[in-house]
């Protein structure tokens, strides 16, 4: 008997090998890669967005390399289960802060759920559909800037069991 949380479908090993080395070497002349491993309606939310559609999540990506400096992923882990890839990450960038570069480390993990389609020629190809950025913003970003992160902090230790 199939358990609903054991779907009998998995991703190809070579469509998961190519999203880690997409993710691994993306910079801002290969974002055109994204749209072939990304559904054209592709969702795409993390703790400052939520859009639908390629063009919306490519956009973000374009941002980022206009505010961030020298933004770098690393896969540090990856499971799948069914049609639903897990890829625990760390992203590596420096930020402008009040007139100073500060370097920046965050700890996430993408939730990326695939679909096969049927392309025209009748072949099939995976393609992912719901992508959601897992990480926590207030302490490895909001934490960490002036005035803000002393907020933070003060609301984290008073909300906080210990």
Known sequence: MMSPFSPQ????????????????????DRLDQ???LYAPDVHFRDPFNDVKGLAAMRHIFEDMYVQLMAPRFAIRHVAAQGSTLYLAWDFDFSIRVMGQNRS?????????RWRCDRLPDGRMQWLIHTHWDHWDSATQVYAQLPVVGNLVLWLRRRISAS
Request: glycine share 6%.
């Open 9 to 28: 479908v998995d991703i190809p090993t070579e469509r998961i090998d190519a999203l880690v080395h997409a993710f691994e070497n993306l910079s801002p």
């Open 34 to 36: 994204l749209g072939q």
């Open 104 to 112: 920046q480390h965050i700890e996430g993990l993408s939730e990326c």
